[in-house]
């Protein structure tokens, strides 16, 4: 903070020095101070965006998204074609009870507003993709590259628009043209093989695939691609074989024993894949090999040496969650609650700020009918106000502590961000058949009796709409 005084000094641009103190504040979670900084930021600019975004985040992460969408509204009011406000709205409208229709319509607007801005095109690209809607977002890469031509990452979308959507040989097509815009980009030749390899065209993919190792040896998705590519295509020895090589060319690195352990593990030889991955876990200690070395051990039924290997780590890396959080997922898939909430609360004293033990935690309390489970929801939703697992374990929490009318509200959001999870629409049904809404819950539970005949949401569903 002490920096922040001193520029105050030497009197920089309106409203700077309370938005640089609100930040601080607002990285040590202490929003109260973060708020006030960012008002008095936004009094100082009224039509600023970036104190504003952080006000609408504090907003979402003390529980009030309508707040923060009415902020958004009165600046667009007053500067309706700034792309970040209109982007940032349509951000928030599936948090708010924001239709697709709606989050598509904003979005076309901030594209309408802005034709030549390729952001507004990208984020227009990215959420027709990720809604399923392939065709549309085919159109739309298509539309952005004719507003905005010769641009690596708009043709980099529409490739991948092409291939979410089956377009294979399109697709290949648009990367083969981001390749040649962009000859000195390994990644841009890792996106053609991908292409290739979904077209079995392997040998193409190799070659490719050995080009963006030339340009990068360092690249370490570049030798999982290639080693991926002679799995796929049959030949898993040549897979070994350049592992080996690489374990050779970098003694120093993991990388090399990881991917042999991996291919070995993918033929069933745990045994040596294990071996492998010890080899690499004593190059480099990382947590993410020592997670799937004790996988392996556990694999092979050599529990007494996977429990000693993870506690070994632990003692060796005390301040690492990995590990940790690993054992005490599979304490919560056997349902041993007492021992998952210990697991937690540890993680916790590590991290205090790890979402997923918040989250998990919060979970784990609620299961057990302890209130506290909304404490810990609570700030894993501060941490992460736009994750649907996270609003799907506050909003039960809230419901299961009589707090059923707040709870349905971010269920009902955490089933908008993710319409898929029925367990989440399970929830939010519970939630509504609490607060009396049983129009709005019989229609949830009527989309969840359609799933798979064996599926347990289904049939607690089925339960529901049968009635008492």
């Known amino acids: 903070m002490a920096a922040v005084d001193a520029l105050e000094k030497k009197q920089p641009g ?18 109260k101070n973060a708020r006030a900084s ?43 074609k700034n792309e970040q406000l209109l982007l940032a709205s349509a951000e928030l409208l599936p948090v708010t009870g924001g239709s697709a229709e709606q989050v598509k319509a904003a979005l076309d607007k901030a594209v309408a507003a802005n034709p030549n801005s390729r952001r507004s095109r990208l984020a227009l690209i990215a959420w027709l993709a990720r809604h399923n809607e392939g065709k549309e977002a085919v159109a739309a890469a298509q539309a952005a590259m004719s507003a905005i031509p010769n641009d690596a990452q708009l043709t980099e979308a529409l490739g991948a628009a092409q291939l979410s959507a089956g377009d294979t040989n399109q697709a290949a097509e648009a990367f083969k043209r981001l390749v040649d815009m962009q000859p000195k980009n390994a990644l841009a030749l890792l996106r053609l093989a991908e292409v290739q390899v979904t077209l079995k065209d392997y040998s193409g993919a190799v070659v490719s695939e050995r080009k963006a190792l030339a340009l990068n040896p360092d690249l370490p998705q570049g030798y999982v691609a290639l080693a991926n590519t002679y799995m796929w295509s049959g030949h898993p020895d040549d897979a070994i074989v350049e592992a080996r090589k690489l374990q050779k060319e970098q003694p120093s690195k993991a990388i090399g024993y990881a991917i042999e352990g991996e291919v070995l593990a993918s033929q069933k030889k745990f045994s040596e894949a294990a071996e492998a991955f ?32 993870a506690n070994k780590w632990m003692s060796e890396h005390p301040k690492d969650t990995a590990m940790l959080l690993l054992l005490t ?27 997923v033990a918040l989250n998990n935690l919060a979970w784990v309390l609620t299961e057990a009918k302890d209130p506290k489970g909304v404490e810990y929801a609570e700030r894993a939703h501060r941490l992460a106000p736009f994750n649907p697992t996270v609003l799907d374990t506050l909003g039960w929490a809230l419901t299961q502590n009589g707090q059923a009318k707040r709870g349905a509200e971010l269920l009902r959001m955490a089933s908008s961000l993710a319409p898929g999870q029925g367990d989440i629409r399970l929830h939010l049904a519970k939630a509504l058949l609490a607060i009396g809404d049983k129009a709005g819950a019989r229609q949830e539970l009527a989309g969840l009796s359609k799933l798979d005949k064996a599926s347990p949401i289904r049939i607690e569903a089925e339960k529901l709409l049968a009635g008492p």
């Open 14 to 31: 309106p409203g700077l020095v309370p938005y640089l103190r609100g930040t601080v504040y607002f990285v040590k979670r202490d929003l």
């Open 38 to 80: 960012f008002e008095a930021a936004l009094v100082a600019q009224p039509n600023a965006y970036a104190p504003a975004y952080d006000l609408a985040l504090i907003d979402m992460q003390e529980g009030h998204p309508q707040l923060a969408r009415e902020r958004y509204d009165r600046l667009l009011a007053k500067d309706p």
């Open 329 to 355: 997922q599979q304490d919560l898939q056997r349902k041993d609650l007492v021992a998952a909430r210990a697991g937690y609360e540890r993680a916790l004293q590590i991290d205090p700020d790890n979402a």
């Open 278 to 309: 010890k080899a690499a876990l004593s190059h480099e200690p990382q947590p993410v090999l020592a997670t799937r070395t004790y996988a392996l051990l556990q694999a092979m039924g050599r529990t007494a040496e996977a429990g000693a290997m």
